[in-house]
């Protein structure tokens, strides 16, 4: 990678930065038998069809995480990678129900995150923010007990909640009611919408939800008075090229709507979703576009600086970034 580009990730599942060798390694450390001998056989099986396919492999490889050791050593290998690829401030997701529901519990896993987040501003120098996400596949009654269970952890380690998994079929307008509570709750609101759902959804995420950022969104291109909301409110959109190809949301990277996104007036960010599983981390991100759709280095700066703009940074750390 050329010189790194200074920016900030605001699209980035922890769980979905377990890279084949780390898994393999704590399935040993932690008696989980896997079905998979070796790292290569394990990255073979990366081989999407859908979100759905993509999804079985992931919930089912997070089985590998147990202790707190294992969250703090899964984040610190993400923060050390990232960095490497000019990644200053970055913004993660977690899955609560994913771990409570296989037993461990969420103090087990704040612990190992906050521990590996506190460091990581001396130790590689990233600053962070941790979002909670609710599983959108299982009902809202859980997402509602998820999110009860995190309090103790709100305004100092979770700043926000998100809204991620398996997306048709599970439209934003059932979850208003957590959405409510973390409103009052102080806390950031943003929701995976149009990744492979309709534009409907992306509406229902802006006015039921009332999210301040759409992760990916890609698919609000359809609707040409959504993309007038989006660029009147300069609402974000976390999008995640890489993520995207490997899933089938495009064909390839050549017929990615990034381009037209930014034309349109939209305030667009490249991130790297799971990097583990889609091929490449940020900077990975930002090189193919480069590469495979011939961005020019002022419109990557400018989605660098998009991302700084994008991120829930006070006024005065935004200004000591852009
Ligand atoms: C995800 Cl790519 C994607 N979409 C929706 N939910 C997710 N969880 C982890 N990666
Ligand atoms: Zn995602």
């Not at 001998?37 to 089985?63: H, I, K, P, T, V």
């Not at 294992?70 to 490497?84: I, M, N, T, V």
Request: net charge negative; with cysteine; charged share 25%.
């Amino acid at each position: 990678m050329s010189d790194p580009v200074p920016k900030a990730e605001l699209h980035l599942h922890i769980e979905g930065t377990l890279e084949p060798e780390l898994a393999l390694d704590l399935a040993g450390r932690n008696g989980v038998a896997l079905p998979y001998r070796s790292a290569d056989e394990l990255r073979a099986a990366y081989d999407f069809q859908d979100l759905q396919s993509f999804l079985d492999l992931y919930y089912g490889l997070m089985a590998v995480l147990r202790t707190e050791r294992d969250f703090a050593e899964l984040a610190d290998a993400y923060l050390a990678r990232a960095a490497a690829q000019g990644v200053r401030h970055a913004e993660i997701f977690f899955d609560p129900q994913a771990h409570t529901a296989r037993g461990v519990p969420l103090a087990t896993v704040m612990a190992g995150l906050g521990e590996a987040l506190a460091a990581a501003p001396a130790r590689h120098g990233v600053t962070t923010r941790l979002i909670m996400c609710f599983l959108r596949d299982e009902p809202a009654a859980s997402a509602l007990e998820a999110f009860e269970a995190a309090r103790p952890w709100f305004g100092t380690l979770i700043t926000g909640v998100g809204l991620d998994s398996a997306e048709v079929g599970h439209p934003p307008a059932g979850f208003r009611e957590v959405y409510d509570r973390a409103r009052a709750a102080g806390l950031r609101l943003v929701a995976h919408a149009g990744e492979e759902g309709p534009p409907e959804y992306v509406w229902q995420a802006l006015d039921v939800l009332g999210v301040e950022r759409v992760d990916h969104g890609i698919r609000s291109m359809e609707d040409p008075r959504l993309v007038e909301r989006l660029v009147r409110d300069q609402v974000p959109l976390t999008v995640c090229p890489l993520s995207n190809v490997r899933l089938r949301c495009v064909d390839r990277l050549a017929d990615h709507p990034l381009p037209r996104m930014m034309a349109a007036g939209l305030l667009v960010t490249v991130n790297s979703d799971d990097p583990s599983y889609f091929g490449g981390y940020a900077g990975d991100n930002f090189d193919a576009l480069r590469d495979g759709l011939g961005l020019t280095g002022e419109e990557l700066r400018l989605l660098a600086a998009n991302s700084f703009r994008a991120a829930f940074l006070s006024d005065a750390e935004r200004a000591a970034y852009l």
